[in-house]
């Protein structure tokens, strides 16, 4: 089983959409937890810390399940500038973090 | 403020050949990371390093990668021989602290393609 597993869509959506990725990590010793984005030939960039009692920042909302290893984010009224590759990240060796492989998103007019 | 910077930013190079990435994380910042992202594996860390001390160098494939940091405010990752298998773009990241909800910065990253 792959340490951080993530559907790897794409998925298609209009804009306004509301569109949900799922990640399952293996390692319940796992620490820490974070969605990156990563537009297309550019670096990952933080898009925001997942805790455990969840967050929201903006159009955006995380959430995280520890007995069930699962992480999620949720993204609200999309828009065409969402566009892009959300990768789960989970941190359960000290300072290095464990990368999902992404989700793409491709939002249309 | 400067972010982290790699160089080269493309490399072609033929099968055999001595490859050398740099990167220089951004000030202040006392983790460097070295990870590599192709369409196959996704991204993977394959060395890190806290204060210039490599911590972790589990995933560097083979003995044909080596790493150094011999100062704060530079890095290197080799390859020596390079394979064509080791095309893949290859990223550097710096973080201020060892905090675990710290972000990461990462470079550009450098385009490597063997022939």
Known sequence: ?109 | DAGVIQSPRHEVTEMGQEVTLRCKPISGHNSLFWYRQTMMRGLELLIYFNNNVPIDDSGMPEDRFSAKMPNASFSTLKIQPSEPRDSAVYFCASRPTSDLYNEQFFGPGTRLTVL
């Open chain 1, 1 to 109: 089983r792959k340490e951080v597993e993530q559907d790897p869509g794409p998925f298609n959506v209009p804009e306004g959409a509301t569109v949900a990725f799922n990640c399952t990590y293996s390692n319940s010793a796992s620490q820490s937890f974070f969605w990156y984005r990563q537009d297309c030939r550019k670096e990952p960039k933080l898009l925001m810390s997942v805790y455990s009692s969840g967050n929201e920042d903006g159009r955006f909302t995380a959430q995280l399940n520890r007995a069930s290893q699962y992480i999620s984010l949720l993204i609200r009224d999309s828009k065409l500038s969402d566009s892009a590759t959300y990768l789960c990240v989970v941190n359960f060796k000290g300072t290095a973090l464990i990368f999902g492989k992404g989700t793409t998103l491709s939002v249309s007019s």
